[in-house]
C-alpha cells in the first residue's frame, strides 16, 4: 500500500562457519566488520577488514570485485544487519554473520592483531 520500497531478504550464516569457509577459501571470501575503527582495533576476527558503516554507501570503491563473495559482522547485530543490506541493494553476494559475541573460533580466529587490515584507497 505505501510501497516502502523492496523489502531484502537478509542472507545469514553463523559467523564461526564463516571464518571456518573463508579459512578454506581466502581468495574467495572477504570478511568485513562494520565497526568504528576504535571498535576493530580493539577487538576483531583474524584477517578481517574494516570498513565502518557509515562508509557503506561508498562500498564499491572499496570494493570494486562483484565476484568475491563479502561476509559483514559487527559487535552489534543491527549494525551487521544495516551494513548487509547496503551492500546486498548494490548487488553484491553478502552475507550478514552477525554479532561478534557469537563468535567462538578462539584457537584459530580470535588473535585479532592490531594490525592494519583496512582497506586504504
Same mark, same amino acid.
Given at each position: ?6 523489502? =531484502?531478504? *537478509? +542472507?545469514?550464516?553463523d559467523?564461526?562457519?564463516? #571464518?571456518?569457509?573463508?579459512v578454506?577459501?581466502?581468495? +574467495?571470501?572477504? =570478511? *568485513?566488520? &562494520? ?10 576476527i !583474524?584477517? !578481517?577488514e574494516?570498513?565502518?558503516l ?6 564499491e570503491?572499496? #570494493?570494486?570485485?562483484?565476484d568475491? =563473495?563479502?561476509?559483514?559482522y559487527a559487535?552489534n ?5 544495516? &551494513?548487509? +543490506?547496503?551492500?546486498?541493494k548494490?548487488?553484491?553476494h553478502?552475507?550478514d554473520?552477525?554479532?561478534y559475541?557469537?563468535y567462538?573460533? =578462539?584457537?584459530?580466529g580470535?588473535n585479532a592483531?592490531?594490525?592494519?587490515r583496512?582497506? +586504504?584507497?
Open positions: 500500500m505505501f510501497g516502502f520500497g523492496k523489502k =531484502i531478504e *537478509i +542472507k545469514k550464516l559467523i564461526n562457519e564463516g #571464518y571456518r569457509r573463508y578454506k577459501n581466502p581468495d +574467495k571470501i572477504v =570478511i *568485513i566488520c &562494520a565497526d568504528e575503527v576504535k571498535d576493530y582495533d580493539n577487538l576483531h !583474524a584477517d !578481517a574494516c570498513l565502518p557509515r562508509l557503506m554507501d561508498k562500498f570503491e572499496y #570494493y570494486p570485485e562483484q568475491l =563473495i563479502y561476509y559483514v559487535i547485530p543491527a549494525i551487521s544487519e544495516r &551494513a548487509y +543490506k547496503k551492500i546486498a548494490k548487488g553484491y553478502v552475507y554473520l552477525g554479532g559475541v557469537n567462538h573460533e =578462539i584457537e584459530e580470535l592483531k592490531k594490525r592494519n583496512r582497506r +586504504k584507497k
